[in-house]
């Protein structure tokens, strides 16, 4: 998407790392991942779950450099 270069461009000039939660969840421009195996990654149509939440915070902490 233009606007997610855009920011992008934006963030690397200012030394921010953007990360975009689409590299992690969807596989192309139709599919998006909703399940991992048995476990639902939304509670809702706009609400990550507690697994899905977890899932997300384990990619970004990977993607800025943490380690827990």
Do not use: Q, T, W
């Not at 975009?20 to 399940?35: I, N, Q, T, V, Y």
């Not at 509670?43 to 779950?49: E, L, N, T, Y």
Request: aromatic fraction near 14%; hydrophobic fraction near 40%; proline fraction near 1%.
């Amino acid at each position: 998407m233009a606007s997610d270069a855009l920011i992008r461009e934006i963030a690397i000039g200012e030394g921010i790392e953007y990360v975009l939660p689409a590299e992690m969840l969807c596989k192309g421009s139709d599919r998006c991942l909703f399940k991992d195996g048995v476990d639902y990654l939304y509670f809702d149509k706009g609400h990550f779950s507690f697994y899905g939440s977890r899932m997300m915070a384990e990619y970004i902490m990977r993607k800025i450099g943490v380690r827990n």
